[in-house]
T-cell receptor
Framework: QQQVKQSPQSLIVQKGGISIINCAYENTAFDYFPWYQQFPGKGPALLIAIRPDVSEKKEGRFTISFNKSAKQFSLHIMDSQPGDSATYFCAASKYSGYALNFGKGTSLLVTP | KAGVTQTPRYLIKTRGQQVTLSCSPISGHRSVSWYQQTPGQGLQFLFEYFSETQRNKGNFPGRFSGRQFSNSRSEMNVSTLELGDSALYLC????????????FGPGTRLLVL
């Protein structure tokens, strides 16, 4: 059973545009929500993470928006660049559990 | 600081065989987790070790097992391989019990024929 649902499955954005990826979860015990970026042939790398006590976190061009009541969170990539073309995974875990529950991933292509 | 290393990077086995994969965490990291990545199921948690003890286990059959050594290095073993075990096996390490950030290695690509 997929505990974290991610959409869209794939996304094409023009250079300079905004990329938006959405995730939803059911387990209210989750309290850590990271996003990972994965390039072909590499392992996932942590991009940005949020805890449910804040509604938004920004790091450079990457922003997580978190809606606790709706049990949804999203990744916004501002001024998307061709180098951002990768697969993005959202995840969720309980603080003490360390088992990351991943979404199925979004393949992002940023066109020049 | 060197990242998480995994060996071997690629492996081809036949059904019924067993395989052992190795993971060396980032120096100083004591927690090691294993994940299976497939196109159909995505990334799925296998198990997590901290100070040589398995703390968490995912929903995988008993053919999948692991262990952690006193230097935090970890191995995972899959016995009686099935075609469906073909996947990228990822190891991730984190600093300590209160550290959520998991740093992933490049993975071991296993192909079962």
């Amino acid at each position: 059973q997929q505990q974290v649902k991610q959409s869209p499955q794939s996304l094409i954005v023009q250079k300079g545009g905004i990329s938006i990826i959405n995730c939803a979860y059911e387990n209210t015990a989750f309290d850590y929500f990271p996003w990972y970026q994965q390039f072909p042939g590499k392992g996932p790398a942590l991009l940005i993470a949020i805890r449910p006590d804040v509604s938004e976190k920004k790091e450079g061009r990457f922003t997580i928006s978190f809606n606790k009541s709706a049990k949804q969170f999203s990744l916004h990539i501002m001024d998307s660049q061709p180098g951002d073309s990768a697969t993005y995974f959202c995840a969720a875990s309980k603080y003490s559990g360390y088992a990351l529950n991943f979404g199925k991933g979004t393949s992002l292509l940023v066109t020049p | 600081k060197a990242g998480v290393t995994q060996t071997p990077r690629y492996l081809i086995k036949t059904r019924g065989q067993q395989v052992t994969l190795s993971c060396s965490p980032i120096s100083g990291h004591r927690s090691v987790s294993w994940y299976q990545q497939t196109p159909g199921q995505g990334l799925q948690f296998l198990f997590e070790y901290f100070s040589e003890t398995q703390r968490n286990k995912g929903n995988f059959p008993g053919r999948f097992s692991g262990r952690q050594f006193s230097n935090s290095r970890s191995e995972m073993n899959v016995s009686t391989l099935e075609l469906g075990d073909s996947a990228l096996y990822l190891c991730a390490s984190s600093l300590a019990a209160t550290q959520e950030t998991q740093y992933f290695g490049p993975g071991t690509r296993l192909l079962v024929l």
